[in-house]
T-cell receptor
Framework: GQQLNQSPQSMFIQEGEDVSMNCTSSSIFNTWLWYKQDPGEGPVLLIA?????ELTSNGRLTAQFGITRKDSFLNISASIPSDVGIYFCAGPPDYGGSQGNLIFGKGTKLSVKP | KAGVTQTPRYLIKTRGQQVTLSCSPI?????VSWYQQTPGQGLQFLFEYFSETQRNKGNFPGRFSGRQFSNSRSEMNVSTLELGDSALYLCASKMIQGRGGYTFGSGTRLTVV
């Protein structure tokens, strides 16, 4: 079935640094969603992308829908400690799924540099 | 406005037992989805309900079932529990289908011993 591959799996951030992560698939997605999950909580939607090439910002977060429809990128500028958490990309499968039926990547875990 | 409420937050069950988890969506939300989250498999889709009808089902055995009531509240049931069913079960709701993301609850942490 369809899969989403996220990289990196984990990364360490220092306050003020910019962060980049991406999500790729061997098949096309028509919607890309980026979620963040804090420990003990459910995922929270950060950004939704609906059109190839679309670039959308939400505060310090910027995400892009790749023109091939097979990838998406999330950038965080000037990171702060509360950016720590797990970031997931997700999208509905190509067999007509809705946003209630999502495929999730395995996540990118952001931690603070010791 | 209250968020998505899942009860209980934590649950410990024994192999072979059954369990029912509850989800109260945000008021006015009629679409509810359930996901299982484990360290190994990540987030996997279980079911999607809209107006009491199951619209989609993930690739899980028949031991996993769910339903939605007329007030949009939803329950999922797992029968004959196995150790591998230990997971965080997440419910998410949305007002209508189409654009816009789902709002997730904090989940029910199920441990099977």
């Amino acid at each position: 079935g369809q899969q989403l591959n996220q990289s990196p799996q984990s990364m360490f951030i220092q306050e003020g640094e910019d962060v980049s992560m991406n999500c790729t698939s061997s098949s096309i997605f028509n919607t890309w969603l980026w979620y963040k999950q804090d420990p003990g909580e459910g995922p929270v939607l950060l950004i939704a992308l609906y059109k190839a090439g679309e670039l959308t910002s939400n505060g310090r977060l910027t995400a892009q829908f790749g023109i091939t429809r097979k990838d998406s990128f999330l950038n965080i500028s000037a990171s702060i400690p509360s950016d720590v958490g797990i970031y997931f990309c997700a999208g509905p499968p190509d067999y007509g799924g809705s946003q209630g039926n999502l495929i999730f990547g395995k996540g990118t875990k952001l931690s603070v540099k010791p | 406005k209250a968020g998505v409420t899942q009860t209980p937050r934590y649950l410990i069950k024994t192999r072979g037992q059954q369990v029912t988890l509850s989800c109260s969506p945000i008021s006015g939300h009629r679409s509810v989805s359930w996901y299982q989250q484990t360290p190994g498999q990540g987030l996997q889709f279980l079911f999607e309900y809209f107006s009491e009808t199951q619209r989609n089902k993930g690739n899980f055995p028949g031991r996993f079932s769910g339903r939605q009531f007329s007030n949009s509240r939803s329950e999922m049931n797992v029968s004959t529990l196995e150790l591998g069913d230990s997971a965080l079960y997440l419910c998410a709701s949305k007002m209508i289908q189409g654009r816009g993301g789902y709002t997730f609850g904090s989940g029910t942490r199920l441990t099977v011993v």
